[in-house]
């Protein structure tokens, strides 16, 4: 069979039915397989925590420009069947999804007094702190080397925090906005962060957990074969229905988050064809691609009302049986954000962020945004975790750099059993923090419109920073933290 041939299968018929990006979601799941090896075998790969969807990132970004360097070479370019258009697609839904999967699950309380467990407002506060600091210190990169590099937006800094603190999923989106806007390779450009995020995140946080353990201050532990119950959830629990019924159990999750999205997808297009209908020009220009920008919070918001919907039909006796499982809920997420990782690297156009301007922008920005989010995060931990301060600080670091898998990664190598609250912080802090954070995200929105809108922007989030971080140190005369003991 020729190559031509070869080629041809993708749509062999005239009528198509897509086998185009169904082979690249199979070569996605190929380079999973093939990087989860990897990851396994080779020792140092192994002992770096690096996450296998980074490498499985790596290998197919490299797996991408050869068949590419291929198709060019041979003149025929169906070979290079890896396109950044659907890999970008893959990188936009799946971290709405993720979200969805995460935002229908219960609540964990306290066995004994019924509360949820964690402090949501100050993990809150703590998470937005990070993305106002990191905010900051990227705008002021970027402003001051936008006079030096003409290929350097002045506002590209505030993707900093969309790279580190939320991860590349909203990098994409917002990276995406700026290059419609004007900064030529905005996405990549964010995506670069996010990857850089995810490096600081592995190698930042394994060299923490050498020094510390050399100074006696912490002992990494084997986290090999958790089971479920450590993890923290199961397959089957109270008055839930069965693993395997009529219908499979995973199957009514997946079902559930489809018809979450679906919801969404329906709020947002009746929120834009109200725009379209105002005539603003603002509404038309700004709000209308920061909508569906931010298409992953109203997805939260959809799968609270959800949550809350099937909540009142139990109350009322419509409901007798729980249909959502965390545990299985769980791995809905991990396979989207596994996805979504893997695509956003693989989409990556190395060739828009070849010039000097990006390049020096982004090696002074990863490196010191991880250094200060390091110090910072450490700072705060100290004071705000009493009795699992090490614990806190791996989680929040990883998390901030990287995604909460990574967080989760980190903390992992100190308390896989989970027995300080460290894990429940970041998941309860990710709720509220999207409440203090808004503003940050409607930055995004408006900041490339002019100097007046960039100079705004950043002193909107100097004040942000001074009154949020003072909330967060802040403790009531009445009420002293106590330290938190771990669970035996």
């Known amino acids: 069979m020729t190559i031509s041939a070869w080629t041809s299968l993708v749509n062999i018929w005239d009528y198509n039915v897509y086998w185009a990006n169904i082979v690249q979601i199979a070569i ?3 380079i999973l397989l093939v990087s989860n090896a990897i990851r396994r075998k080779v020792k140092f790969i192994r002992n770096s925590l690096m996450p296998t969807a ?14 590419m360097g291929i198709a060019d070479w041979t003149n025929i370019p169906e070979i290079a069947i890896l396109t950044n258009d659907f890999l970008g697609v893959i990188t936009y839904h799946a971290l709405a999804l993720g979200f969805i999967a995460i935002g229908l699950k219960e609540v964990e309380k306290n066995k004994e007094t019924g509360k949820a467990i964690g402090r949501p407002i100050k993990s809150g506060l703590f998470i937005v702190c990070n993305y106002v600091l990191q905010g900051i210190l990227g705008l002021v990169i970027t402003i001051g080397l936008s006079f030096v590099f003409t290929k350097v937006a002045p506002y590209a800094g505030v993707l900093l925090p969309m790279g580190y603190g939320q991860g590349p999923g909203q ?36 060299i923490y957990l050498n020094v510390m353990a050399k100074k006696g201050k912490l002992k990494r532990k084997n986290n090999e074969g958790m089971s479920e119950s450590q993890e923290g959830g199961y397959v089957e629990a109270t008055n839930e229905i069965p693993l395997v019924e009529s219908v499979d159990k995973l199957t009514i999750q997946v079902a559930l988050v489809g018809v979450t999205y679906l919801l969404t997808w329906v709020i947002l297009t009746a929120l834009t064809l109200a725009i379209d209908n105002s005539g603003v020009n603002f509404l038309i220009n ?4 920061l909508l569906w920008g931010f298409n992953f919070i109203f997805s939260i918001a959809m799968a609270n009302l959800v949550k809350f919907i099937i909540k009142r039909l139990k109350k009322r006796k419509l409901m007798n049986r729980t249909y959502t499982n965390n545990y299985m809920l769980n791995r809905v997420s991990g396979v989207a954000f596994d996805f ?54 791996l989680v929040f670091y990883g998390t901030m750099t990287g995604t909460a898998s990574t967080g989760i990664a980190l903390l992992r190598e100190i308390d896989p059993e989970f027995k300080t609250p460290a894990a ?35 002193a909107l989030l100097i004040v942000m920073f001074i009154v949020f971080h003072f909330f967060l140190l802040h403790e009531p005369k009445n009420k002293t933290a106590k330290p938190v003991a771990q669970k035996e």
């Open 28 to 30: 996605v799941c190929a």
């Open 171 to 206: 990098a994409f989106n917002i990276g995406t906005i700026f290059q419609t806007a004007g900064f030529e390779g905005g996405q990549s450009y964010g995506l670069m962060i996010a990857t850089m995020g995810f490096v600081s995140a592995s190698v930042g946080g394994v």
């Open 54 to 67: 980074i490498i499985g990132g790596f290998l197919g970004l490299g797996i991408k420009y050869l068949l």
């Open 424 to 458: 429940t912080e970041i998941v309860t802090g990710s709720s509220t923090a999207i409440m203090f954070g808004f503003p940050l995200f409607l930055i995004t929105g408006v900041i490339f419109n002019g100097w007046w809108w960039i100079i705004g922007s950043l």
């Open 286 to 289: 700004s709000v209308k691609p």
């Open 340 to 393: 979504m990782i893997i695509a956003s690297i693989m989409a990556i156009d190395v060739q828009a962020i070849s010039n000097w301007g990006s390049i020096i922008s982004l090696i002074i920005i990863c490196v010191l945004g991880a250094v200060v989010t390091m110090w910072y995060d450490s700072y705060v931990a100290k004071r705000v975790y009493k009795g699992y301060e090490q614990e806190a600080f």
